[in-house]
């Protein structure tokens, strides 16, 4: 096998083949996720509260993404790796914004950026047609996005108000928006089912939902959510292994073997070069 592009990504959507995408932030992680044979793997600002440590995505720093997009490319053979643009690092400028994507693509080796999107957000759609015409492949983001918690007063489901609401009126539209722009795929986060697959219906580019139900065209989850890492996950991912349990019980048990001297043992030690 060799690395996915935008073409396996096509076909795949076009035999109608449901889409795959994990998060990952480090190359061992990255490395088992690529094995168990993802489409692609998306490393998020929610390396914010899932592998830096902070509140929430808001402080994650270009540096810090593009060291962690590097990891998980280093990491990886197959799975299409896409750097998601942390907050603030678009939109100042025409400029700021083309130098932070190519960032992932020259020092990462990114083989794609991932943006928000507001409802009906101009400044992005621009970005996302100039990164598409330089030849930076761009995933759009919509429904609840991050980002913009300040506004949206923390993570509110989206689209409440029903699939034929002006709210989910302007989604679509800003989805056919960013169709028009380039993306190659759009990921719709926390919306009513019904409003996701009223968007995934008006769009030709394959929508990935997480938190959105089952009418869109592949499914994305943050892999500390699958692995049961870092405490509890999302309400509406599926644990598929509690790592932490597994890990807190291999360390207390190192511990314990160190205090009580079972670890280490004479297999543990290196002998002199002459010995035997
Ligand atoms: O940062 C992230 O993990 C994301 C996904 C939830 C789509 O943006
Ligand atoms: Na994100």
Partial sequence: MSRNTLRTIRKRYEDDEPLTMLTAYDAPIARLVDRGGV???????????????????????????????????RGTENAFVIGDMPFGSYGASMEQSVENASRFMKEAGADAVKLETAPGGETTIELIERFTELGIPVQ??????PQHMNQLGGAVVQGREGPDSEYADLLVETAQRLEEAGVFTLVIEATTEAVAKRVSESVDVPTIGIGA??????????????????GEGYSLAKEYVNLDEIIEDAISEFVGDVREGRFPTAANAYEPMDAE
């Fill in 140 to 145: 759009g983001h919509l429904g609840l996005t």
């Fill in 213 to 230: 139900g089952r009418y869109t065209d592949g499914q994305v989850l943050v892999v500390n959510d699958v692995l049961g890492l870092g």
């Fill in 39 to 73: 489409d692609m793997i998306l490393v998020g600002d929610s390396a914010g509260h899932n592998h830096l440590g902070y509140e929430d995505t808001m402080p994650v720093t270009m540096d810090e993404a593009v060291s962690n997009t590097a990891a998980v490319v």
